[in-house]
């Protein structure tokens, strides 16, 4: 490895040491080898700390920070942190595959732009199926709100964009840092804020290049429910979305994090935000119903029946 490593790999973790040294081996199998891994421990935990010292690189560097701050925060140090040029996210209990930055960095080549963001497709893996996510690019022009939140289908995952497959100018990461606080969505709110610098395009790979694990018997953040605090996120940055976003975002996003209420005071409530305030279209009202009306648990495996595939194939 040379003394100045090209990317600065940036992993978040604490209390899951078999799960980040996983993720660090991953990160390591990598065909682009000059790269550091920056793990960032977020509070004290000597278990994970004992098990990546027994992985035994030389590019691997562990940060124990004193306290819990969380993810974003975490993220954020690790940026800090990073030598490399580029800085590539991933969360501790996802993988990539081992050409994933050799390919990023090849699209970031053809960039238009000074500060290309590059995005990957991804695996998204449950104990019921694999899919392949996003399902569609950008299309040109197409507003990127739009793009991340406006469904096509009933199911989420047409646009989509996930930290693990996020890989950005180092120095964009550290002027545009992720929210501290947030639970939900901090990618999607990170992207929408970075987009909106001078010299920043989004460019996706198309292969899916991250395995991204949906272990629904583990806590993850991606499983918390914050409804009434996403709320307050989005009417705080509304100049984010457009109109037809932010009816969409309402609609579905925050719609499936509140229906386990079963409140008709709620139910109403997202619903006036959404035509107040967006411009709802036919699928989102659709969409809207679906998700007050069916169980999670019923629209998870509708979903999986209806755009779920197995994607072993491209994995191995």
Same mark, same amino acid.
């Given at each position: $490895?040379?003394?100045?490593?090209?990317?600065?790999?940036?992993?978040?973790?604490?209390?899951?040491?078999? @799960?980040?040294?996983?993720? +660090?081996?991953?990160?390591?199998?990598?065909?682009?080898?000059?790269?550091?891994? +920056?793990?960032?421990?977020?509070?004290?935990?000597?278990?994970?700390?004992?098990?990546?010292?027994?992985?035994?690189?030389? &590019?691997?560097?562990?940060?124990?920070?004193?306290?819990?701050?969380?993810?974003?925060?975490?993220?954020?140090?690790?940026?800090?942190?990073?030598?490399?040029?580029?800085?590539?996210?991933?969360?501790?209990?996802?993988?990539? @595959?081992?050409?994933?930055?050799?390919?990023?960095?090849?699209?970031?080549?053809?960039?238009?732009?000074?500060?290309?963001?590059?995005?990957?497709?991804?695996?998204?893996?449950?104990?019921?199926?694999?899919?392949? $996510?996003?399902?569609?690019?950008?299309?040109?022009?197409?507003?990127?709100?739009?793009?991340?939140?406006?469904?096509?289908?009933?199911?989420?995952?047409?646009?989509?964009?996930?930290?693990?497959?996020?890989?950005?100018?180092?120095?964009?990461?550290?002027? +545009?840092?992720?929210?501290?606080?947030?639970?939900?969505?901090?990618?999607?709110?990170?992207?929408?804020?970075?987009?909106?610098?001078?010299?920043?395009?989004?460019?996706?790979?198309?292969?899916?290049?991250?395995?991204?694990?949906?272990?629904?018997?583990?806590?993850?953040?991606?499983?918390?429910?914050?409804?009434?605090?996403?709320?307050?996120?989005?009417?705080?940055?509304?100049?984010?979305?457009?109109?037809?976003?932010?009816?969409?975002?309402? $609609?579905?996003?925050?719609?499936? $994090?509140?229906?386990?209420?079963?409140?008709?005071?709620?139910?109403?409530?997202?619903?006036?935000?959404? &035509?107040?305030?967006?411009?709802?279209?036919?699928?989102?009202?659709?969409?809207?119903?679906?998700?007050?009306?069916?169980?999670?648990? +019923?629209?998870?495996?509708? &979903?999986?029946?209806?755009?779920?595939?197995?994607?072993?194939?491209?994995?191995?």
């Amino acid at each position: $490895m040379s003394t100045s490593p090209d990317v600065s790999v940036v992993i978040p973790t604490l209390n899951r040491p078999e @799960l980040a040294a996983r993720a +660090v081996r991953s990160a390591l199998a990598q065909t682009h080898a000059n790269l550091e891994v +920056v793990v960032v421990v977020d509070g004290p935990d000597p278990a994970t700390r004992t098990a990546l010292e027994s992985i035994g690189d030389e &590019r691997l560097r562990v940060h124990e920070l004193p306290e819990r701050g969380k993810a974003p925060n975490a993220r954020n140090q690790g940026a800090l942190a990073a030598r490399g040029q580029w800085t590539a996210l991933l969360d501790d209990d996802d993988e990539w @595959l081992p050409t994933k930055i050799e390919t990023q960095l090849k699209l970031a080549a053809t960039a238009t732009k000074a500060e290309p963001i590059v995005a990957t497709r991804m695996i998204s893996r449950t104990p019921r199926a694999d899919t392949v $996510m996003p399902r569609r690019l950008p299309a040109p022009g197409e507003p990127l709100s739009e793009y991340f939140t406006v469904r096509r289908g009933l199911f989420y995952g047409d646009g989509f964009i996930q930290t693990s497959t996020i890989m950005a100018p180092t120095e964009l990461l550290r002027r +545009v840092p992720f929210t501290v606080g947030l639970r939900r969505q901090q990618e999607l709110d990170w992207a929408l804020r970075a987009i909106r610098e001078p010299d920043v395009e989004l460019l996706y790979v198309d292969e899916p290049l991250v395995l991204w694990h949906q272990d629904e018997d583990r806590d993850r953040i991606s499983l918390q429910n914050p409804w009434e605090e996403q709320l307050e996120w989005l009417r705080a940055n509304r100049e984010l979305f457009t109109p037809r976003a932010y009816a969409a975002f309402t $609609m579905s996003v925050l719609s499936s $994090m509140a229906a386990p209420t079963r409140s008709g005071h709620v139910f109403r409530e997202l619903l006036s935000e959404a &035509r107040k305030h967006g411009r709802p279209g036919a699928i989102d009202y659709v969409t809207f119903l679906q998700i007050w009306a069916l169980p999670p648990a +019923v629209r998870a495996r509708l &979903r999986d029946v209806i755009v779920g595939r197995r994607a072993t194939a491209d994995v191995h």
